[in-house]
Structures are given as structure tokens and as C-alpha cells.
């Protein structure tokens, strides 16, 4: 069973920045989704589990970094000049069968906690 644990969520003011971490029961391709109220979970970012083939959503494209850490089967989202349009519920999420740079939320099987993200403009 894929287990996901996030941290790093807070509140921040516009401009700054935040990483959130998402330890994995094992090493999977992974994504970061968020889902502000009202709204539906979209993607943020993805990263395979192999050669750290990368793909963002065109919204955070050159702020937010997606990165891993294969020793401690963890992934890492470093959010650079945050908006407040960013302000969401951050979810990461767990591939455990072939990536193709999965984007679509139904192609993630296992998800995380969420941690709340708010940018305060």
C-alpha cells in the first residue's frame, strides 16, 4: 500500500516562497495537483521516478521546481514568487504503474494528506 505524508504548507505573503515535501513509501513517479475552493484539483507538476524527466502546468512554469530525493524516497516542490492565485490545497500523488508524464489526476493512485497553501497579496 503506497503511503504519501506532505509537509511544508503555511501562509506566506505574494512574492515569497514556500517547499512543500511529500515522503513516499517507495519511489514512484509522482505529481503535485491543488484545489482552491470551489475549483476543480488541477495539475501542478510531475517528475519520473527514473530520469527526472520533469513536466509543469503552464501557470507555474519558471516559479515552481519539482525535485526528488531518491535516497529518502521524496519529493519536493519549491514554489518561487508565490501569487495569490496560487493560494490552494497542495495534494502529491503517487504513479506506481508506467509514467508517461502523467498530468490527469485519474492516472495517480495513491494520494497524500493535502497541506494548505495561502499567499496573502
Known amino acids: 500500500q503506497v503511503q504519501l505524508v506532505e509537509s511544508g504548507g503555511g501562509l506566506v505573503q505574494a512574492g515569497g516562497s514556500l517547499r512543500l515535501s511529500c515522503a513516499a513509501s517507495g519511489r514512484y513517479a509522482m505529481g503535485w495537483f491543488r484545489q482552491a475552493p470551489g475549483t476543480e484539483r488541477e495539475f501542478v507538476a510531475t517528475?519520473?521516478?527514473?530520469?527526472?524527466?520533469?513536466y509543469y502546468a503552464d501557470s507555474v512554469k519558471g516559479r515552481f521546481t519539482i525535485s526528488r530525493d531518491n535516497a529518502k524516497n521524496t519529493v519536493y516542490l519549491q514554489m518561487n514568487s508565490l501569487k495569490a492565485e496560487d493560494t490552494a490545497v497542495y495534494y502529491c500523488a503517487a504513479r506506481t504503474r508506467r509514467w508517461y508524464g502523467s498530468t490527469r489526476d485519474y492516472e495517480y493512485d495513491a494520494w497524500g494528506q493535502g497541506t494548505q497553501v495561502t499567499v496573502s497579496s
Open positions: 517528475i519520473s521516478s527514473t530520469d527526472g524527466t520533469r
